[in-house]
């Protein structure tokens, strides 16, 4: 399994309806593709729909009580430090669908590694805290992984590790710049710790046609 630079996943915001696991992904790439979409989906419209929140709340000259408590909510979930307001908006990025899908099949085997399988850790998220759940790595007694009860977790603390790690503060000033995921990939290097890693990522992309799911 690939080095990844994580953080540990806070108290998120997002709500999902969706409870599929790693169990539903085990008949293949078309299988994987669409069991994930639907997941994937609701993840980018609760994204979002925070920020469109987040936007209104700024706006106005006098905020509630309510509308503060989930501000500086958004500002924990995303180390950002409270008003400031531009690093914030700039950190709320929406990974194009074939972005997560390539790098969710590539990191997990498309749904059939032993991780995915007993973790439902899709992205090869690893744990440094002895008190969440989590899975020891096969081959390595010092290494663990993040366990999620549900796939959308798993989707939803990789987006928000791309989202605040300084390392990829180039991949979310491209993403915020519209560009297609053939060209976000080289700034993955870091993630897969291999100069290869984007080559990888490219090879599923055009494989599996991956950006015909992007909108």
Do not use: C
């Amino acid at each position: 399994m690939r080095k990844i630079i994580i953080f540990t996943l806070t108290a998120f915001l997002f709500i999902s309806s969706f409870s599929a696991t790693a169990a539903d992904l085990k008949k293949g790439s078309n299988s994987f593709i669409k069991t994930m979409l639907p997941i994937i989906t609701e993840v980018q419209n609760d994204i979002k729909q925070d920020k469109e929140k987040v936007t209104n709340i700024l706006n106005k000259s006098k905020i509630t009580k309510a509308e503060k408590e989930f501000l500086n909510e958004v500002y924990s979930t995303y180390r950002v430090r409270v008003g400031d307001k531009k690093t914030l908006m700039d950190k709320m990025i929406i990974p194009p669908t074939s972005l997560i899908l390539a790098q969710a099949s590539l990191e997990s085997a498309w749904g059939k590694s032993r991780v995915a399988q007993k973790s439902n850790n899709l992205f090869g998220m690893k744990s440094f805290n002895s008190s969440e759940p989590r899975l020891k790595a096969a081959q390595n007694s010092r290494v663990y992984y993040r366990k999620y009860e549900t796939i959308e977790e798993s989707v939803k603390d990789y987006v928000i590790n791309l989202s605040r790690h300084e390392a990829y503060q180039p991949l979310r000033k491209s993403i915020r710049n519209g560009e297609s995921t053939p060209s976000l990939i080289k700034h993955l290097v870091v993630y897969g710790g291999s100069k290869s890693y984007p080559s990888e990522l490219s090879k599923v992309i055009k494989g599996n046609n991956l950006t015909k799911y992007d909108i």
